[in-house]
């Protein structure tokens, strides 16, 4: 039987900006699928959070074999939302850049405005519950493929999963905190050339809020089966090498990200194809 990539996740592992791309070939899993000449599917939404990432990996293993078939993951944001319309029978994603023109197609615009609201003043500033539900969905998930034996590759775009504290991303916190005399940082790495006063007290204002238990052990649970572009997220790891993004508030990595991202991980596909079926 043939052996199949089959990638989930939102637009960054989709390749939505990517010109001519319908069928999302031309994302670094497609492109190695090519390469490696195994078949390719992408069940990828572009805009979805992270439960619906979830309910990709099991509406694709509920309705197709998980023979000989490697599952690559890319999850994304914590701070998305996926609500249920029960009039409708359909789900949408809430998130930053959500406005109410997006969910005109399954809501009015008086409820899409309660939508949007509602995730404005409960949701998407909470921290805490964006993390706590994340990690639910992606904990999971995990389970269900390790129990179907079903091989994955797995990594993610939100740092902020991941952190012990609640200030976020150490990059955002130290923006948002930094004096106007402190020097500019880009990179993660800029942050240890800081100097040890500076460090110092960056460290003593992010470390005061510790995460709670029940975060923290679901994030020690998850984050075994997390890899990333050579330390980075494919958004970090794109913008340190330079390569081409879209304009905020997109942020997605073009062709050159792609086809870079292509040449550092297929040795790995290739390794997690070799053993499916040994």
């Known amino acids: 039987m043939t052996k199949k990539i089959v990638s989930f996740g939102d637009s960054f592992i989709l390749g939505s900006e990517i010109p001519n791309n319908e069928h999302g070939d031309l994302a670094w899993p497609g492109l190695i699928s090519d390469r490696l000449g195994v078949d390719y599917t992408t069940c990828a939404v572009a ?6 990432i979830a309910q990709q990996i099991y509406t694709y293993f509920h309705q197709h074999d998980k023979i000989n078939t490697l599952a ?16 409708r029978d359909v789900w949408v994603t809430l998130g930053p850049t959500c406005v109410p023109q997006k969910l005109f197609q399954h809501v009015d615009s008086e409820q899409a405005e309660k939508l949007i609201n509602f995730y404005k003043t409960y949701t998407g500033e909470s921290d805490m519950w ?14 269900f493929l390790e129990t179907q034996n079903i091989p994955s590759i797995q990594t993610f775009m939100d740092t902020n999963l991941f952190c012990k504290h609640n ?18 940082v880009s990179t993660i790495s800029d942050l240890e050339l800081l100097p040890e006063s500076i460090r110092n007290e960056l460290d003593a204002d992010y470390n005061q809020k510790i ?14 089966s997390m890899q990333t572009f050579e330390g980075q997220t494919f958004l970090e790891w794109s913008r340190s090498h330079g390569y081409p993004v879209t304009p905020a508030p997109g942020d997605h990595p073009l062709e050159q990200a792609h086809q870079h991202a292509a040449e550092i991980w297929i040795d790995h596909y290739q390794a997690c194809l070799e053993k499916i079926g040994n």
Not at 132 to 140: D, E, G, K, T
Request: aromatic residues 14%.
């Open 167 to 184: 200030n976020g991303d150490r990059l955002d916190h130290y923006r948002a905190f930094a004096d106007p005399n402190w020097p500019t």
């Open 130 to 143: 964006n993390r706590y539900r994340s990690l639910q969905a992606i904990f999971s998930a995990q389970k």
């Open 47 to 52: 805009g979805c959070g992270n439960e619906a």
């Open 72 to 87: 690559v993951i890319n999850w994304t944001w914590s701070m998305r939302w996926d609500f249920h319309i029960k009039d």
């Open 211 to 224: 995460v709670p238990g029940y975060v923290e052990i679901l994030q020690d649970l998850v984050s075994p």
